[in-house]
């Protein structure tokens, strides 16, 4: 009989310390199974109080917003999907609760006591609670009791999720750490896959029609020609440069063609362009054109027009150089 007085009374320091555990585990376990549903759990003023409460032997991530319109925090509204994905892909990358690490939101609606506690008015911050780094003493590994929890500033810092799931990474103890999972968009999936296969099916039935004009030789050698002449012409120094198209010459005309030689405007490389389009034209018709008229005399003028035709331009345009470059040496009657 003793001997079972005796061993009662050893058990009962093991279940007092068992009882004051006990509340503590069901603290934890009782938010994790609502984060399990529901996750950043929703916050006000007393589950603030009964999650930051020590002891803990559990983190909390807390976002602190203003959500309602009068408040003006456009932050708080762009933030918002990316928290509430950084707080599902925790929960579910850890059902098990290893990380022991719960997320919370907490408005400035729903908790103005607690704002004004922790010192904020209306910035959007996050901060984590962990066990180690409250005021009053914690239990659990790697607890420091009397620690202030630590506070993201998103002014000072990229406000993405992959930001602050990597700042809340590197402040927990040990554990597991899920990655950030974006949710598939099937939807986009499902319009990209609809529209290639309306694609293929245009193609399918265009086809018999589009193969010979892509396998027309005129075609690709006017599209070569065009893009040889803008190119050479300075179209993508006008790109690059975002140079005018005109500009005044000083006594209330219009200058066409820039000084110097690395100046240019935009209608100037129209006119170049235009010039040198003339020039392959004639230089194409005395080539090929012109041998094929069957009739001599009509074959001597077509000779001497384009001649002409060539002797203007390649004139014209050696005097565009001297107008940008007064030094230039050469030129060719009648410009």
Known sequence: MKFLQALTWSLLPLAALASKK?????????FHKKALSSSPIKMG???????????????????????EAQYGCQPCRDFKPEWELLASSWVKGDKAGESRLLFGTLDFADAKLTFQQVGFLLPMRTFVEVPEQIIDPTVGPGAKPGELPLRYEFGSNPSSGAAVHGWISRHLPPGPRPPIVHPVNYSGIVIGTTIVLGLLSVLRVAWPFVVPVIQ?????????LLSILMFTSGHMYNHIRGTPYVAGDGKGGISYFAGGFSNQFGLESQIVATMYGVLAFATISLALKVPRIAD?????????V??????????????????????????????
Request: proline share 8%; hydrophobic share 45%.
């Open 45 to 67: 003023d007393s589950e603030y109080e009964t999650l930051t409460k020590a002891p803990r032997d559990y983190s909390v991530a807390i976002l602190l917003t203003a959500m």
């Open 216 to 224: 027309n030789r005129n075609l690709w050698a006017a599209v070569s």
């Open 22 to 30: 006990s509340p503590k585990v069901e603290k934890f376990d009782k």
């Open 306 to 335: 384009w001649s002409a035709i060539m002797l203007a331009m390649y004139s014209f345009l050696l005097s565009t150089f001297r107008v940008k470059n007064g030094g230039y040496p050469f030129w060719l009657p009648p410009f």
């Open 296 to 304: 001599p005399k009509k074959q001597q003028v077509a000779i001497w």
